[in-house]
């Protein structure tokens, strides 16, 4: 059970007009509506404001979402189409042209999407986007090369990223989505820091049994929770997932699902309500 009710705050992005959408994958500013050049110094006056104002147990955060660029499991996907890949074409690991499972790279595409959001993050910082307080960033490769990417020649950041094993890809059955090893990440991407609870081999995926959406975005409650819990005071958050990932954030914090390209970003601002408990640790009941 969730320790934090959460909403989505809309008006300050292109994105909460359900009329604009979809957008560029990367939007000019991110979609912020406001163009002033001192647009992001502003924007975190709004949200650091709604903190001061806040009543007890209400918190403010801004997500920065990435999906990952194309990986070859996406030209699979639309080799075959995707009725065909769900079928057959994801359960295997490759066909003789392709190898897409387990857990596909970025395509060259795919790295040119990941430094088009780079280069907008380059673009925004001069004018005053400021590094965020946390990144996290799904254990799956194309994941981790994204985020890589994005940062790995851009500002200082106060923390490394982090790999998080329920910011990983709807699960089960498809091959692209079987992780790596913890020790191949450890290796892999040596700047980056590693949740203690990643086990060593993917304890999670099934061959036989594919995550619904519900379960997915139960997943991504959990990773909310976590960062609203550990990081009460830091308010600028970037997350590098996956388009169902994503959709699973969306839908637990009550906004509809957005259909995200590969390398898009989306913005979200979003207040969490912190449940109050009774002696024995659960929500009271309401009648």
């Given at each position: 059970?969730?320790?934090?009710?959460?909403?989505?705050?809309?008006?300050?992005?292109?994105?909460?007009?359900?009329?604009?959408?979809?957008?560029?994958?990367?939007?000019?500013?991110?979609?912020?509506?406001?163009?002033?050049?001192?647009?992001?110094?502003?924007?975190?006056?709004?949200?650091?404001?709604?903190?001061?104002?806040?009543?007890?147990?209400?918190?403010?955060?801004?997500?920065?979402?990435?999906?990952?660029?194309?990986?070859?499991?996406?030209?699979?996907?639309?080799?075959?189409?995707?009725?065909?890949?769900?079928?057959?074409?994801?359960?295997?690991?490759?066909?003789?042209?392709?190898?897409?499972?387990?857990?596909?790279?970025?395509?060259?595409?795919?790295?040119?999407?990941?430094?088009?959001?780079?280069?907008?993050?380059?673009?925004?910082?001069?004018?005053?986007?400021?590094?965020?307080?946390?990144?996290?960033?799904?254990?799956?490769?194309?994941?981790?090369?994204?985020?890589?990417?994005i940062f790995g020649t851009e500002g200082i950041h106060p923390h490394?990223?982090?790999?998080?094993?329920?910011?990983?890809?709807?699960?089960?059955?498809?091959t692209c989505d079987k992780r790596k090893t913890r020790s191949y990440?450890?290796?892999?991407?040596?700047?980056?820091?590693?949740?203690?609870?990643?086990?060593?081999?993917?304890?999670?995926?099934?061959?036989?049994?594919?995550?619904?959406?519900?379960?997915?975005?139960?997943?991504?409650?959990?990773?909310?929770?976590?960062?609203?819990?550990?990081?009460?005071?830091?308010?600028?958050?970037?997350?590098?997932?996956?388009?169902?990932?994503?959709?699973?954030?969306?839908?637990?914090?009550?906004?509809?699902?957005?259909?995200?390209?590969?390398?898009?970003?989306?913005?979200?601002?979003?207040?969490?309500?912190?449940?109050?408990?009774?002696?024995?640790?659960?929500?009271?009941?309401?009648?």
């Open positions: 059970m969730s320790t934090f009710n959460y909403v989505c705050i809309p008006g300050h992005f292109s994105h909460d007009d359900v009329e604009r959408s979809p957008l560029p994958a990367v939007p000019e500013r991110f979609g912020l509506k406001d163009s002033a050049p001192d647009r992001w110094e502003t924007f975190f006056q709004s949200v650091r404001r709604l903190n001061a104002e806040r009543p007890d147990g209400v918190f403010h955060k801004f997500f920065l979402l990435s999906r990952h660029g194309q990986g070859y499991h996406n030209v699979a996907e639309a080799k075959y189409g995707t009725q065909a890949w769900d079928d057959y074409w994801s359960k295997l690991n490759g066909d003789d042209k392709i190898v897409w499972g387990p857990d596909p790279l970025l395509t060259p595409t795919g790295k040119d999407q990941a430094h088009a959001i780079q280069h907008a993050w380059s673009t925004e910082t001069s004018f005053g986007l400021p590094p965020p307080h946390r990144r996290y960033c799904s254990p799956l490769s194309r994941a981790l090369d994204t985020s890589d990417i490394p990223v982090l790999v998080v094993e329920n910011c990983r890809e709807e699960n089960g059955v498809h990440i450890e290796s892999y991407k040596p700047s980056f820091a590693i949740e203690d609870t990643l086990t060593e081999t993917d304890e999670l995926w099934s061959k036989d049994i594919r995550e619904t959406k519900k379960q997915v975005a139960e997943r991504a409650e959990k990773v909310l929770d976590r960062i609203f819990d550990e990081n009460q005071d830091e308010i600028f958050i970037s997350i590098t997932a996956h388009g169902g990932w994503i959709n699973g954030f969306l839908t637990a914090i009550g906004r509809n699902v957005y259909p995200l390209p590969t390398g898009g970003v989306l913005p979200v601002l979003v207040k969490g309500t912190k449940i109050p408990r009774n002696d024995c640790g659960s929500a009271p009941n309401v009648l």
